[in-house]
């Protein structure tokens, strides 16, 4: 008995994973038999039970997807936040991925602003909120103070390998790294008169 | 039909030596406590309430969270009330992951697992206060069942299985060999010091395709025993390599070493110091 739920509980930890890295293909194999058939109970009650290993995978934190590098980027891509002022006078903010950071920064309290710049870059709500602690930090820490927080979206293509061994430039000299986006976010008013 | 249950039996319920938990335990508690160190500077930006998410200027938990996760960490590493401290880490780690997804990173989600996993592990037994203080008492302690490290062994052949069918089948630079190229060349994730080393086409696919057949292999390799400590050295050293040339992923690629550790048993660790020392005696005895 013992052992037999032991070896349960092996096969729902594979369930769980399994589940947690099905792709789009893989689901639709187990569920368009199920919706034809959606009207029965059982079907229904068959979908909720596979449903069940990735409520499990959640609970125990086994819903990782193990992606690990599938898909790479022929870009460079960065976000650049400067702080600045209606008279044009502008800071660059000393926050994380510039690339006067240093070793420290760079290799140790940096780790996550790839992934984090990633993350943020093309969600309007989370770069105002962003923004917005960027200004509560630094707004007065310069004098002039700063009035709005500005977001510049850097883009820069990667040459194909045999292109860059020809050249000995893997950077196209015709395209630069250039500014794809740029949006401003206002700093609160009532903070910058005090 | 017996022979099967026979072999089932032997593969999941014989016995191992437990030390290989312990060395499980030692790496992932210090790779969790510089982890936790690393966050100390951009704590209140990613997870407190007048960071990134919410201006509302209250208390919260968030600094005394990371104050105990740094306690907990060095208690999980030195093994002092090992399993409790791996549940309350769980239950940090969680919350942390849940309260700022932007934030996330993807060794957060393996900590996860490895602090899960642990829970069933006999981390305290060995090289930890806990099976110190049980051999003071005279507690006898039997050696675990193979089933407690299966588990994680299971899940790490899947990670390799499963990633390695995502890159072959997402991205043609891994069939092509030029993955390793693109990693290289970009600006904010490589810190590769040559990257016009990898212009050569010898260079990245050997790279790109050597990487893959690394990882791609041992789900299937490290069940044979006569090769798993070489396919989990190799794949070790190419974590390392990883997290030394490539940046924002170190903690990641070392998690997945850490998790490597479980495919070895100590007698290999044994046979390693038992032909180091019949070197160092030979190369010291006079011809």
Redesign the interface.
């Known amino acids: 008995m013992r052992?037999n739920l032991?070896?349960i509980?092996?096969a729902l930890?594979?369930a769980a994973?399994?589940y947690s890295?099905q792709?789009a293909t893989v689901q639709g194999w187990w569920q368009k038999p199920l919706r034809e058939y959606w009207n029965h109970a059982w079907a229904r009650g068959l979908n909720q039970a596979i449903n069940a290993f990735g409520t499990y995978a959640n609970y125990?934190?086994?819903?990782?997807q193990?992606?690990?590098?599938?898909?790479?980027?022929?870009s460079?891509?960065?976000l650049v936040f400067t702080g600045l002022r209606d008279d044009g006078w502008n800071y660059p903010l000393p926050i994380?991925?510039r690339p006067d950071r240093g070793f420290l920064n760079?290799?140790?309290?940096?780790?996550?602003?790839?992934?984090?710049?990633l993350?943020?870059m093309g969600?309007h709500d989370?770069l105002r909120?962003?923004a917005?602690?960027l200004c509560?930090?630094y707004q007065f820490k310069e004098n002039p103070y700063i009035q709005s927080i500005q977001v510049q979206w850097i883009y820069?293509e990667?040459r194909?390998?045999e292109e860059?061994?020809l050249t000995?430039f893997?950077f196209s000299p015709d395209s630069p790294a250039h500014v794809t986006q740029t949006q401003s976010f206002p700093c609160p008013v009532e903070k910058a008169v005090k | 039909m017996k022979a099967l249950s026979a072999q089932?039996?032997r593969f999941?319920?014989d016995r191992f030596d437990g030390r290989i938990c312990a060395a499980f335990r030692i790496s992932t508690g210090g790779l969790m406590l510089l982890w936790t160190l690393?966050?100390?500077?951009?704590w209140c930006?990613?997870y407190c309430d007048?960071?990134?998410?919410f201006?509302t200027q209250s208390w919260s938990w968030v600094i005394p969270a990371w104050f105990a996760m740094v306690a907990l960490s060095i208690s999980y590493l030195i093994g002092w009330k090992s399993k409790w401290c791996a549940v309350a880490l769980?239950l940090l780690h969680?919350q942390v992951l849940v309260r700022n997804?932007?934030?996330?990173?993807?060794e957060q989600?393996?900590f996860?697992?490895q602090?899960?996993y642990a829970f069933f592990m006999p981390i305290g037994e060995h090289f930890s206060l806990d099976g110190r203080n049980r051999h003071r008492a005279n507690h006898w302690h039997q050696d675990p069942e193979w089933?407690q490290l299966?588990?994680i062994q299971?899940?790490c052949c899947?990670?390799?299985i499963?990633?390695s069918l995502?890159?072959w089948t997402?991205?043609v630079?891994?069939q092509n060999g030029?993955?390793i190229?693109?990693?290289m060349?970009?600006?904010?994730?490589a810190?590769w010091p040559w990257?016009?080393f990898?212009?050569?086409?010898w260079a990245?696919k050997t790279a790109t395709w050597g990487s893959f057949v690394a990882?791609a292999s041992f789900g299937l390799l490290c069940w044979v025993r006569d090769v798993r400590p070489f396919v989990t050295t190799l794949l070790i050293l190419f974590h390392i390599t990883v997290a030394l040339t490539l940046?924002?992923v170190?903690?990641f690629s070392m998690a997945m070493a850490c998790n490597l550790l479980c495919f070895y048993e100590w007698s290999d660790f044994e046979k390693l110091r038992n032909r180091l020392s019949l070197l160092g005696e030979r190369s010291a005895s006079p011809a």
Not at chain 2, 38 to 42: E, H, I, Q, S
């Open positions: 052992k032991i070896l509980f092996i930890n594979i994973v399994l890295n792709t125990v934190g086994l819903n990782q193990s992606a690990m590098f599938a898909g790479i980027s022929r460079t891509y960065r994380e991925l760079r290799n140790f309290f940096d780790h996550k602003a790839a992934k984090f710049h993350n943020i969600n989370v909120r962003y917005a602690y509560r930090t820069r990667i194909p390998r860059a061994l000995g893997h | 089932v039996d999941f319920f690393a966050n100390g500077p951009n930006r990613d007048d960071g990134m998410l201006p769980y969680e997804q932007m934030a996330s990173n993807a989600g393996m996860r697992m602090l899960f089933w299966r588990t299971f899940h899947l990670i390799y499963i990633g995502n890159k997402t991205d630079a891994w030029d993955a190229y693109y990693a060349m970009h600006e904010e994730w810190k990257p016009k990898f212009y050569q086409g990245t990882e940046d924002h170190g903690f």
